[in-house]
């Protein structure tokens, strides 16, 4: 299905994010819009101070726009409280971290059942989603380790594994390698190639050139502007 | 919906984990808290129950008047032969009843006698009275029959025994119609055994159950009115030990103590030589002082109890700065604020809730230790034990508040990058 026809999942629409510091105005984010797609594979690179980890807090619902909207699955959350925007991390986002975050004195099978805690969905259809998941991701016989038992990329594993379990419209990745060495980084990567190929869409932030080229748009961003938008689809896949 | 809850508080024991002793030292807390509130409420409780039933085995409407040996002048004790002449009158005794008209007036005498049979022997108070006594004293007979009007206009040499009295001198045999002996020459016929009393009420450190009773008549004519006593080694003049006036209601003790006191102040006042007792006036001044001591116990309690939960308040604060990152990973993951206020405020009430149920379990075995060791009776109450679990409980809720809701307003992105 070409790109175009497929929903968008995420939106931003001439996004600001400003902030105050004493008397002067940070323009973190000063107009930046963007369409993701369902089922691409997305990038956004910069340098520090570009607007990055700006961009990924709004894209997480972390954080709001000063100004600006952006859209989930079409739903403007720009103005949502608390509440609802947590509703719409728990139902809609993936979240994965550079440095894993799993808790860490639950069970790997119980980190994995944390986001549908939090939407009353724990049970026997959760142990059997997390069951499959983990042996998805190659985990299958670690489900009652501690997180600590296990190696940094089967952390992560267990995390997109967790990121996976909600269904949602697509996963968010902050420098999901930064803490790998490079073997396991193509492991994570190569993960990533499999999933996208499965449909999920995939957004990462990172500063790294390797793991920006796996994917199909770069978004680069300097002084919280778009500075462009790479296409690195080959030339028959980018075709209408 | 429990399902959940279940897993909250299990997620509360398992963070709690982490730190076993800081949890546990935290516990400790709580738990001394819970245990001496209980603890002490059982010795207090222990305390009044014995005293309100000693109030009421004296009857509540009841007035004693009792004749007190007064304080003896280096002239007067210098003398040991002089007689020392104090206490209540046969003829105040009329007075008492002509006063008070609807009352029993009983009268008792107390002499103090070596009393045998065969081998056995023991100094006890031999009390002389009349029938009426029984009743007023709210004892029961066991055996026999009690003294009767008859013995007493006939001056009979009959007695009946007090329950251990009789155990001591017949240990094998029925004491009906046996003859004891009190002092060297008195001799009485047993007519009857009262039923144990079990209780410490009685003249002069003796309990009743160790008493002999015989009729007031008998005891004037065969010990006289001045009697040696075998303690001091004095004669003593004294008619009358006791007159217990028993009214018809508790609301006519008020007005008959009054009377009384007003009657026996011109002769005995300056003497000192009467002493009026109330059952209901005492009764009502433990329980005053029972209230008394709760207002104590509670403020104490909540002192404690106040440390405790600070020590808890310090522990989830320092938990919660620990844990940011997780409440960091937990709201990215969906949790509201709500949700990481339950799960801090759980850990809080978990904590407590142990340490008061420890705290309960120790709260209920040192009153036996105490009971064991010193001879105190105490009384554990149920609804003592669920008020000191339940405030408790609540202590951890409370002071788990202010943490819980840090917790929960901290900015997730904050939170997260947090090391």
């Known amino acids: 299905m070409d790109r175009a026809s497929r929903p968008v999942v995420a939106e931003f629409d001439a996004v600001h994010r400003h902030y105050r510091m004493g008397e002067n105005v940070v323009r973190a984010l000063d107009g930046v819009s963007v369409r993701i797609h369902q089922g691409d594979y997305f990038a956004i690179m910069g340098r520090s101070g570009s607007g990055k980890s700006t961009m990924l807090n709004i894209l997480g619902c972390l954080d709001r726009p000063t100004a600006g909207r952006y859209l989930v699955g079409g739903r403007d959350v720009s103005q949502l409280d608390d509440d609802a925007l947590s509703e719409v991390r728990g139902r809609e986002i993936g979240f994965i971290f550079q440095s894993f975050n799993l808790i860490p004195q639950l069970t790997v099978l119980e980190n994995l059942e944390v986001p549908l805690f939090y939407q009353g969905r724990v049970g026997a259809e959760s142990r059997r989603k997390a069951e499959h998941l983990a042996e998805r991701v190659g985990l299958g016989k670690r489900l009652e380790h501690k997180p600590l038992e296990l190696s940094g990329g089967q952390q992560q594993r ?13 996963l ?42 796996r994917a199909e748009f770069t978004l680069w961003l300097r002084d919280g502007r778009v500075e462009r938008l790479d296409d690195n689809r080959r030339p028959a896949e980018a075709a209408p | ?112 006698r070596g009393v045998m049979r065969g081998e056995a022997f ?149 003497r000192g030589d009467t002493e009026i007792t109330v059952p209901l006036e005492l009764l009502q001044q433990e329980e005053e002082s029972k209230r008394m001591f709760n207002i104590v116990l509670a403020v104490i309690a909540s002192i404690s109890l106040l440390v405790g939960g600070i020590g808890i308040m310090n522990v989830m604060l320092a938990t919660v700065t620990e844990r940011t990152r997780e ?4 709201r990215a993951l969906g949790a509201k604020k709500k949700h990481v206020v339950q799960q801090f405020l759980v850990e809080a009430a978990v904590l407590s809730a142990l340490g008061g149920l420890v705290g309960v379990a120790l709260g209920m075995v040192v009153p036996r230790v105490i009971t064991a060791r010193f001879d105190v009776k105490t009384v554990v109450l149920p609804e003592h034990v669920l008020l000191a679990f339940c405030i408790s409980a609540a202590v951890g809720v409370v002071f788990g508040i202010y943490p819980a809701w840090r917790a929960a307003n901290m900015d997730p992105v904050e939170a997260l990058r947090h090391e």
């Open chain 2, 122 to 270: 023991r100094v006890t108070v031999v009390v002389g009275t009349q029938p009426e006594f029984l009743e007023v004293s709210n004892m029961k007979l066991a055996e026999g029959r009690w003294l009767t009007d008859l013995d007493l206009r006939n001056q009979e040499n009959v007695c009946v025994l007090g329950h251990s009295l009789a155990r001591l001198l017949f240990p094998l045999e029925n004491p009906i119609d046996q003859t004891i002996l009190a002092g060297t020459e008195d001799r009485f016929r047993v007519v009857g055994v009262l039923a144990a009393q079990g209780r410490a009420a009685g003249p002069n450190g003796t309990t009743y159950d160790e008493c002999a009773f015989v009729p007031l008549t008998s005891s004037r004519r065969r010990f006289g009115d001045t009697i040696r006593n075998l303690t001091t080694n004095r004669f003593e003049l004294t008619e009358l030990h006791e007159v217990k006036v028993k009214l018809a209601s508790s609301d006519q003790v008020e007005g008959a103590a009054t009377v009384l006191r007003e009657m026996l102040r011109p002769a005995h006042q300056t």
């Open chain 2, 327 to 330: 409440i960091g990973i937990r």
């Open chain 1, 158 to 170: 267990v995390a997109i594994a967790r990121a996976l379990m909600n269904d949602p419209l697509f």
């Open chain 2, 1 to 112: 919906m429990i399902r959940d809850s279940w897993r909250i508080v299990k997620l509360g024991l398992k963070s709690l984990m982490l730190h076993k002793l800081r949890s546990s030292l935290t516990t400790a807390g709580i738990l001394f808290g819970v245990a001496s509130v209980i603890a002490m409420l059982a010795v207090g409780e222990g305390a009044s129950q014995q005293a309100l039933e000693q109030y009421r085995d004296m009857g509540v409407t009841n007035v004693l008047v009792r004749s007190v040996r007064p304080e003896e002048t280096q002239q007067s004790s210098s003398n040991m032969w002089s007689v020392l002449d104090y206490g209540i009158t046969y003829a105040e005794a009329d007075r008492i009843q002509n006063l008070l008209p609807q009352s029993q007036v009983v009268r008792v005498r107390e002499v103090q």
């Open chain 1, 172 to 213: 968010l990745a902050d420098e999901a390698t930064g803490n790998l060495d490079s073997n396991t980084e193509q492991e994570i990567l190569a993960l990533f190639d499999d999933l996208r190929r499965d449909g999920v869409t995939i957004v990462v932030v990172t500063h790294n050139q390797k793991v920006a080229d």
